[in-house]
């Protein structure tokens, strides 16, 4: 276990039991998946407003073989006619289970960032009664990628692909929660 911390001395202002949650899951799976190996934890500076935290691990993560299990098992439940919503990472696969390849977002976002609705995501039954604006919580590099069929539901200033409808009961959210929803 090594920690790397910043030569940068910084004051957070936040909502610390979140925090200390945040950072108490992302340390107990780099133990829980890193029989043999290494764990580092630290933060950075990025700006007088933004703090990165990590924790990387050389844990075993998920094989090929159970990837491709799991694309295969979204790909099933869709097929099913059934309501599926993934987050973060369950957006990009269900855009794999649907031969959609996700994409490099052209920003990385990290922290709690506004996105809006577009007309589509306005006019979308599930979104309707959302306010046009919301903050939500980031943590990703890439984006779901789009069918023929998607619509874009909500883009932010670093990524054009924050929601995306793959069908009425097919959605993909790129992010990980939301911030004080009020219309």
Same mark, same amino acid.
């Given at each position: ?8 001395? %910084? ?18 799976? %780099? ?39 799991? #694309? ?5 439940? #869709? ?26 977002? =052209?920003? !990385? ?21 959302? =306010? ?11 984006? =779901? ?15 054009? !692909? ?22």
């Amino acid at each position: 276990l090594e920690l790397d911390l910043s030569d940068s001395v %910084a004051i957070l202002n936040s909502d610390e039991v979140k925090i200390k949650q945040i950072l108490n899951n992302l340390i107990y799976n %780099a133990i829980k998946y890193t029989e043999y190996g290494e764990i580092t934890i630290g933060y950075k500076l990025i700006n007088e407003n933004f703090i990165q935290f990590y924790v990387r691990d050389t844990g075993v993560g998920m094989t090929d073989d159970e990837l491709k299990k799991e #694309i295969e098992f979204i790909k099933m439940v #869709i097929d099913n006619d059934k309501l599926v919503f993934g987050v973060c990472l369950g957006a990009q696969l269900i855009g794999e289970a649907l031969d959609a390849q996700f994409d490099h977002s =052209p920003n !990385r976002e990290i922290g709690i960032f506004e996105i809006t609705l577009t007309e589509d995501g306005k006019r979308d039954d599930f979104f309707s009664s959302f =306010p046009e604006k919301f903050s939500v919580g980031h943590w990703h590099g890439d984006m =779901p990628g789009l069918t023929n069929e998607a619509k874009i539901l909500a883009i932010s200033e670093g990524c054009s !692909r924050q929601i995306v409808r793959y069908t009425k009961k097919v959605y993909g959210f790129r992010y990980q929660g939301i911030k004080n929803l009020k219309k």
